[in-house]
């Protein structure tokens, strides 16, 4: 977590394409509150976090220093969250990183220790298909030392090692996990002694590949990479982009992937095409008079929390940026629900004692037009709707006057439904609506004028907002009475 201003040859071929976002993307948040002592506590915060419209979840496992195995009482948390994801239907993430910069796995024996706790955990977690690896090893609160004594890139060296033996042991156990390396922070001043050695993530992603190519590593590193955009404040707008500085923001996808190519583009680790995953984005609220008995402490000065309408319109504008941005499969709100600890994050749609902002709303209403294509409109983008659930009116219904058509739609959808002469193809009748993804649509055409004979029902789908190619389903011919 960023505070702004403070066999395998199997594996190869899981690396997801790009140009893989849009409806697809996995939409989450970083929240490690619905882990559980026990599944039933488990289940229930996941059902409430299901009914806020997330559909992929990142919990974290922190490594102490020198364990190899997760502690008894973790891993029973871990396994409830698994459980509870499993049974509501959220795709899990698992973070894997040091607790902080006084255990950083720099030598061969810590790297040890921690790769066989990842390892470990990937063992009894056989369900956790993606794994992160490490948490923003760019800045000196994840990763110490950051700088060599020549002022080289110590951090990128380390981080590098424990990546590529992360990779290599988990893909033994598993080649289906993807491997998401980085989690990398937005922003660093690239300058050691300055008291706050940090690296920016343009300088960490060119000497990252830099120590691959002199390496001679013929595997990847990484399946995807996973990077925190946040802005410079809560109070900053999503778009804001970063033209004269290393800073990458949700509006420097551009910047972003030009640097990937650049470090590893001709080496077998994906570059320009690898798969990106914000798993952390986080828009700060003030709290409330009538809610801050549940909190404790004193907001930096340097946050700028900003109003829930606010909030609610920056995740809504975080999550169309992601949307039209090709090689991004999944943004994460950083939180769901609100830490009580006002020095840290009020990030969440929900406060801290579980009951609602107003932003939920609106963050609910943009994953779900997320997820039916119709956030933002894309430049090159068509989505083909399909209906499933089709059921048109039966000969003996429309003998008893019932002229019911039902249908849903994959996406959202502008939906068309023609009555047409079975023998010419003339049409009848015609009638015109809009669809969510997912929600039933039932259309009557009773007292509407069809004439007599024999007819065909058609359905004809497009999106409302990219549009593809429109798709249509019709009726065998059926004679109206």
């Not at 990183?97 to 990842?118: I, M």
């Not at 000196?140 to 951090?155: C, I, M, Y």
């Not at 009580?340 to 990030?347: A, E, V």
Request: aromatic share 8%; with cysteine; proline share 8%.
């Amino acid at each position: 977590m960023f505070r702004p201003l403070l066999p395998f040859i199997a594996a190869l071929l899981l690396v997801p394409a790009a140009h893989a976002g849009g409806p697809t993307m996995s939409l989450g948040a970083a929240e490690d509150v619905l882990k559980a002592p026990d599944l039933p506590t488990a289940k229930a915060k996941m059902t409430l976090f299901r009914l806020s419209g997330f559909t992929s979840l990142r919990v974290t496992a922190q490594w102490q220093g020198t364990e190899t195995a997760p502690p008894a009482t973790e891993l029973t948390s871990l396994r409830n969250v698994a459980a509870a994801a499993q049974l509501s239907g959220v795709r899990l993430y698992l973070s894997v990183y040091p607790r902080g910069s006084s255990v950083t796995p720099n030598t061969p024996e810590a790297q040890a220790s921690f790769v066989s706790y990842l390892t470990t955990l990937k063992q009894l977690l056989p369900g956790v298909k993606d794994f992160i690896i490490g948490n923003e090893p760019n800045i000196n609160r994840f990763w110490l030392p950051q700088f060599a004594a020549d002022g080289s890139d110590a951090a990128a060296s380390s981080y590098v090692a424990l990546l590529a033996r992360s990779y290599d042991a988990i893909k033994t156990v598993d080649p289906g996990t993807r491997i998401w390396g980085g989690a990398l922070a937005p922003r660093g001043i690239d300058r050691p002694s300055s008291g706050r050695d940090t690296h920016s993530p343009v300088t960490f992603l060119r000497d990252m590949g830099a120590v691959y190519r002199a390496s001679g590593r013929t595997l990847p590193l990484m399946d995807g990479l996973a990077f925190h955009p946040y802005a410079d404040t809560s109070g900053q707008s999503p778009d804001t982009p970063h033209p004269n500085s290393t800073t990458i923001g949700l509006g420097d996808y551009d910047r972003l992937v030009r640097n990937l190519g650049l470090a590893f583009d001709g080496t077998p680790q994906s570059g320009t095409t690898l798969p990106i995953l914000y798993d952390e984005f986080g828009v700060e609220s003030a709290i409330p008079e009538g809610e801050k008995k549940t909190y404790t402490g004193t907001e930096p000065g340097t946050t700028k929390p900003v109003d829930e309408i606010t909030q609610g319109a920056y995740y809504a504008r975080a999550l169309q940026l992601a949307f039209c941005q090709p090689s991004v499969t999944g943004i994460f709100l950083f939180h769901s629900q609100d830490e009580p600890g006002l020095p840290n994050w009020q990030s969440g749609i929900y406060y801290a004692d579980g009951t609602p902002k107003s932003s939920l709303f609106s963050v609910r209403d943009a994953l779900a037009r997320t997820r039916g294509g119709s956030i933002a409109r894309c430049d090159g983008l068509g989505l083909d709707v399909t209906a499933t659930k089709v059921r048109f009116p039966t000969q003996g219904e429309l003998g008893r006057g019932s002229r019911v058509i039902r249908f849903t739609c994959t996406l959202d959808c502008l939906w068309q439904v023609r009555v047409s002469s079975a023998s010419t193809n003339d049409t009848r009748f015609r009638l015109t609506g809009f669809g969510r993804a997912g929600v039933p649509v039932l259309t009557s055409l009773k007292g509407r004028k069809l004439g007599r004979g024999a007819v065909r029902f058609a359905i004809t789908l497009t999106h409302p907002v990219n549009p593809g190619v429109p798709q249509t389903r019709q009726s065998v011919p059926l004679s109206l009475p």
